[in-house]
Structures are given as structure tokens and as C-alpha cells.
């Protein structure tokens, strides 16, 4: 199992690397820069700035001068927050974004789950129908048509919930974020866990214990839970990694003190270091998630080997 993930981890650094360098290049080739907004600087205070970023480098060497900096844990400065490192700024951010990103994908999975496996023992009746309608409704709406909409429903007119910001250990600031963000994934989920149990029900040791007086209950519990959860798990891991960045707009959207503002800010300001910091985390969750699914995916399929 060690070997195995080793394994991986060796065959994504290659993968991060020709991520990190496309990113790099195509912030630098772009028309524009990070000191060509605002209001015009004096040719010596834009040549010192030039200068303090490594920006008067050759384009090469201001990459191999970010790639030194990256392999000592360095994600280097913010060009538009002065007061603040790009890791600081991650720092102060992350923990929100990632509480946001997992409590919804906690609560997406658990309703994903519950309902496929209800519409697939429920196949072609009344359940499966509205439960199939409704996992519909979360996948065609997007993000932030979705957010919108709630905000106005029950944010504004009904007035149930704040419509945006956030107060800290506020629950009901979150459960409209966190509705946006899960609905999308608990559809796919949902889908994911109806066809596959659907297609286990239907195996011949399922019908085997059925014919040895074995209950509904006990046969979904003992045999199909587990094999129906493989092609789930390999959703889970990409789905995960969809929340969190997701969870960009979302931010934005509901004014939400994450990682979201600093990314859009330093997108639309041209800020290096903050959109390729931003990238680079968000790579490296993608990694990482990947990675936990193949060992989890190989621990629920017996005829995966570690090779």
C-alpha cells in the first residue's frame, strides 16, 4: 500500500510541474500587467516596482527564479497587497473556504447517497420519479444563478436566512451557501448511486439471496452497499475538488470571507503571485483528493492490485 502511494505521488509531480509552468506563462504572455492599472506611475517608481518583482528579468529566468522560490515553500509576494505575503493571504482565507467546501460535500454525500439508493429501490415508482426531478433541478441550474435565486427567495422575501455575509459561528450565514454548493453534487452523486445499485441488484448473487429468503434490508446492507459505492468514490475525489473551487463564486456571490475575493482581486488586478499561489493550492487538494480516492477505490474493489 506505502509503495502504491508513493508510486502516485511520484507520477503527479511531473503533472504539477506542467501545470505550475502553462499557469506561469500564460499570466506573463498576456497583454497587461499588474502595475498597468490605476493611475499612471512615474517611469522611475514603475522601473524600481519592475525591479523589486524580477519583473525587468528575462521571462525565463523570472520563471526558474519562481520555480527556487516554490521548492522552498515560498509562494512569494502579493504585487497589489503590499502588507501581505501570498501565503499569508491563503492563510487567512483557507480555513473558511475549506470549512465551506467540506460541510458541503459532507452533506451533499449523505443526501446523494440516501437518495439514489432510495430511487433505485423504488425503480420506476413514484419516489425514483420526484427524486430524479430533483437532482435534475441542482444539476441544469448553475452556481450562480442558484445563489441569486435563493438569496432573493428566502433571503429577501421570506426572510429566513441572511442573505450574504457572515458573522463567525453563525450556522444559519451558512446554510444557503452551503445548499449552493451541495445541490450540484448531491445530484451527481445521487445519479451515480441509482444506476450503480440499480446494476448490482440486478447481479446474480444479489438474486441468489433474495431466493434464500434474505430481506430487502439485510440484502442492501450485506451485498450491495459496497460494490455500488465503487463508481461513487471515484466521483469523489474530483467532486470534492469541484466544491472547493466552486466555492469561489459562491464566496463571492454571498460576500463570504474566503480565499474567493483574493483570488477574483488578484485575477482581475493582474497580481502573479496571487493567482498562481491560488492555482498551486488548489492543485495540490486536487492531488491529494485523487489520491485518497485511488487507495480507497482499491480497498472497495477486491481485483485492484497495488501495481
Excluded at 521548492?71 to 505575503?85: A, E
Excluded at 499569508?88 to 467546501?101: D, H, R
Excluded at 444479489?206 to 471515484?234: C, E, Y
Aim: aromatic share 12%.
Amino acid at each position: 500500500m506505502l509503495g502504491y502511494a508513493l508510486r502516485r505521488v511520484l507520477s503527479a509531480l511531473p503533472i504539477a510541474l506542467i501545470a505550475i509552468t502553462v499557469c506561469f506563462f500564460i499570466l506573463r504572455l498576456a497583454p497587461g500587467g499588474p502595475f498597468d492599472t490605476g493611475r499612471q506611475l512615474p517611469p522611475d517608481t514603475l522601473a524600481n516596482l519592475r525591479a523589486h518583482y524580477n519583473l525587468d528579468q528575462p521571462l525565463f529566468m523570472q520563471y526558474l527564479i519562481y520555480l527556487g522560490r516554490l521548492f522552498q515553500g515560498d509562494l512569494g509576494p502579493s504585487m497589489v497587497f503590499d502588507d501581505f505575503s501570498v501565503a499569508e493571504m491563503l492563510a487567512i482565507g483557507l480555513p473558511f473556504t475549506m470549512m465551506l467546501g467540506f460541510s458541503a460535500f459532507t452533506v451533499a454525500t449523505l443526501v446523494g447517497l440516501v437518495a439514489g439508493a432510495v430511487a433505485a429501490m423504488n425503480q420506476n415508482h413514484w419516489p425514483d420519479y420526484v427524486l430524479v426531478a430533483l437532482v435534475m433541478v441542482g444539476l441544469v441550474i448553475p452556481n450562480f444563478l442558484m445563489g441569486s435565486l435563493l438569496q432573493l427567495v428566502f433571503g429577501v422575501y421570506l426572510d429566513w436566512f441572511p442573505a450574504g455575509g457572515y458573522v463567525p459561528g453563525s450556522i444559519p450565514h451558512l446554510i444557503l451557501p452551503i445548499t449552493v454548493l451541495a445541490l450540484p453534487h448531491a445530484g451527481r452523486i445521487a445519479r451515480l448511486t441509482r444506476g450503480s445499485m440499480i446494476e448490482v441488484l440486478g447481479t446474480n448473487y444479489v438474486r441468489t439471496a433474495r431466493s434464500k429468503g434474505l430481506g430487502a434490508r439485510l440484502i442492501l446492507v450485506r451485498h450491495a452497499i459496497k460494490p455500488a459505492l465503487i463508481p461513487v468514490v471515484s466521483y469523489l475525489g474530483p467532486g470534492l475538488s469541484y466544491l472547493l473551487t466552486g466555492s469561489l463564486v459562491v464566496e463571492q456571490i454571498f460576500a463570504l470571507p474566503g480565499i474567493g475575493k483574493y483570488f477574483i482581486t488578484g485575477a482581475l488586478n493582474r497580481d502573479y503571485g496571487l493567482v498562481l499561489g491560488t492555482t498551486i493550492l488548489y492543485l495540490f487538494i486536487i492531488l491529494v483528493l485523487n489520491l485518497i480516492v485511488d487507495v480507497i477505490y482499491a480497498w472497495l474493489d477486491p481485483k485492484v492490485r497495488f501495481r
